[in-house]
């Protein structure tokens, strides 16, 4: 059994591969789409069920207009009757302008009275293959007389498509609707695929004669990451549409082209049978993209632990769509370099560069004298440092990479309680301070607690 299928010219690639989920033997023969369903008819519960599941409303495709037919050339032909608005009539019945291969032979068949198949058929089959080559050799294989040969469809590892545009775009944002045309016959190659994508580039080319004498290059492009694998245009559309808002066009462009940069197996979204459970609303990674994109990654950050057991070392800042849904929450990890105890000690709030404290005979001042409520806390660390700047202990600047502090809870008359320590030198800068600075004590105010 064979499917027609006329879907719009620019729209043939997508329903081509959306008809190979139904059948692996699809094949475009001018301007029908051929299916041959034969062997899926059982799979997918009959004829009925089978059209019910090819038409089924889809948004990236338009409806169509469908025929079916024993063969594929009565298939087309009756497909071609009902675009003239025409009722179905019998294969014998069916006129000659309905073969194509009977084009450039009508005017004279319709001289000597042959105006349909079976006409055809009647005359001399001797005569009437010399005198109109391949036309019985085409209604034979429409009759089912002879085998029909057709190289099928075969769907792409990668996507990868371009288009031209229907006129020259002078700015990012007008790209966005071919763009979309585009994502969506992603759609369809990725459910044909079962793949999620993962990361996509678009590229336009330059119209560069609009531009004499510049050195331009002869395209641009803009790539758009998720953090999961995705079917969900909308997401991607909008993602689209915040990058290219985001980008100036060197010269006006003339085409686009949309291909997959990373895929993933798709295992589809897992829902809750009650609906009160089902998550509502934008997710959470898809919302760090979108900001991302609007805002630019460096304007939406999020804190990362950092095995260092310096305070001011223990976490980085790093890009928000780099951290967020690469990895499953297994809910808060404690830090690598803190225990429970020493986490309970640490203040919620750090001081941007840890401030010099007065002394009163060796003593830590601020707001009064400090009264130390702990024994001492030693930290030593940042001699793996590669780096001698960035390793420096911010206490002490013209110190080597070494920290060493000894950290203590005190409490202020005026402040409250505070997180304070005392830098300790190394022996290398023991013998370079004078004697009487070597037993000198030098406190710095680190955090405060609220």
Not at 314 to 341: E, F, I, Y
């Amino acid at each position: 059994m064979w499917i027609a299928l006329l879907p719009p010219e620019h729209q043939h690639t997508a329903w081509g591969w959306h008809a190979l989920q139904f059948t692996p033997r699809v094949v475009q023969v001018q301007e029908a789409l051929l299916l041959e369903v034969s062997a899926s008819l059982r799979l997918w519960g009959g004829r009925k069920r089978l059209l019910q599941w090819l038409l089924k409303p889809n948004p990236p495709l338009a409806h169509v207009k469908h025929a079916q037919a024993a063969t594929s050339l009565i298939a087309i032909a009756q497909l071609r009757l009902a675009c003239q608005g025409r009722p179905i009539v019998p294969v014998d019945a069916l006129p000659l302008a309905t073969l194509s291969a009977a084009g450039p032979y009508l005017p004279l068949l319709a001289r000597v009275g042959c105006k349909t198949w079976g006409q055809v058929r009647a005359l001399p089959r001797g005569p009437a293959t010399r005198r109109f080559p391949g036309l019985l050799e085409a209604l034979d294989a429409a009759y089912g007389d002879k085998p029909e040969v057709y190289p099928w469809l075969a769907l792409p590892d990668v996507f990868d498509q371009q288009h031209e545009l229907p006129g020259l775009a002078s700015s990012a944002p007008e790209l966005l609707w071919l763009a979309q045309r585009l994502l969506d016959a992603l759609q369809v190659w990725l459910a044909a695929r079962q793949r999620g994508v993962l990361a996509i580039q678009l590229q336009w080319t330059l119209d560069l004669k609009r531009h004499n004498g510049l050195d331009l290059p002869p395209h641009q492009h803009i790539t758009v990451r998720t953090a999961q694998p995705t079917q969900d245009m909308s997401h991607l559309v909008r993602l689209v549409g915040e990058h290219l808002n985001r980008t100036t066009l060197a010269a006006p462009a003339n085409a686009l082209r949309l291909r997959t940069l990373d895929t993933a197996p798709w295992a589809g979204a897992s829902q809750n049978l009650l609906i009160e459970d089902r998550t509502q609303g934008t997710s959470l990674h898809e919302l760090v993209e979108r900001l991302s994109a609007r805002l630019g990654p460096e304007n939406v950050q999020v804190p990362q632990p950092h095995a260092d057991w310096r305070p001011e070392r223990m976490q980085r800042w790093v890009a928000a769509q780099d951290v967020v849904g690469n990895t499953p929450s297994l809910g808060p990890k404690p830090h690598p370099c803190t225990t429970p105890s020493d986490a309970d000690l640490m203040p919620p709030w750090l001081l941007p560069q840890p401030l010099p404290l007065a002394t009163q005979n060796q003593h830590p001042c601020y707001g009064g004298r400090l009264q130390l409520l702990t024994r001492a806390h030693r930290v030593e660390a940042g001699w793996w440092d590669v780096e001698w700047n960035s390793g420096r202990d911010p206490a002490n600047p013209l110190s080597p990479p070494l920290s060493l502090r000894d950290y203590f809870l005190a409490r202020s008359p005026r402040a409250g309680l505070l997180w304070v320590f005392c830098a300790r030198l190394s022996k290398s800068q023991l013998l370079q301070m004078p004697a009487h600075r070597q037993q000198a004590a030098y406190w710095y105010l680190q955090g405060v607690f609220g």
